[in-house]
């Protein structure tokens, strides 16, 4: 059984950080690239960050790149994704999910579309 659970998230300050966690089982982590994505309150969905586990090559979106990063440990089947210089339009319900590495594409990094495992989902709040 393929699963996913993403924890970390909480409340803090503007300025703060956060690390999320997501750790997976029921498949081979190699083979798969792995995303955090994020749900504000009447927004879309947005693609946050993205790593190929096996290459590690990662995506950002403009709005967290420089303050966000995200890292594999491939030993334990876990993603990361330490949040720092936090800001109160990073509140949202962050997600991570899973995609086989020939299904990744640019959209799928981008919105989500296209993966196929979810975890259930922490939520984020970041006030001013």
């Known amino acids: 059984e393929v699963q996913l659970v993403d924890s970390g998230g909480g409340s803090v300050q503007a300025g703060g950080s956060l690390t999320l966690s997501c750790v997976t089982s029921?498949?081979?982590?190699?083979?798969?690239?792995i995303g955090w994505f994020r749900q504000a309150p009447g927004k879309e969905r947005e693609g946050v960050s993205c790593?190929?586990?096996?290459?590690?090559?990662?995506y950002y979106s403009d709005s967290v790149k420089g303050r966000f990063q995200i890292l594999s440990d491939n030993a334990e089947n876990t993603v990361y994704l330490q949040m720092n210089d936090l800001k109160p339009e990073d509140t949202a319900v962050y997600y991570c999910?899973?995609?086989?590495?020939?299904?990744?594409?640019?959209?799928?990094?981008?919105?989500?579309?296209?993966?196929?495992?979810w975890g259930q989902g922490t939520l984020v709040t970041v006030s001013s």
């Open positions: 999910a899973a995609v086989h590495l020939l299904l990744l594409r640019e959209e799928t990094m981008k919105t989500g579309n296209g993966m196929e495992f």
């Open positions: 029921g498949f081979t982590f190699d083979n798969y690239a």
């Open positions: 790593i190929s586990t096996s290459g590690h090559r990662t």
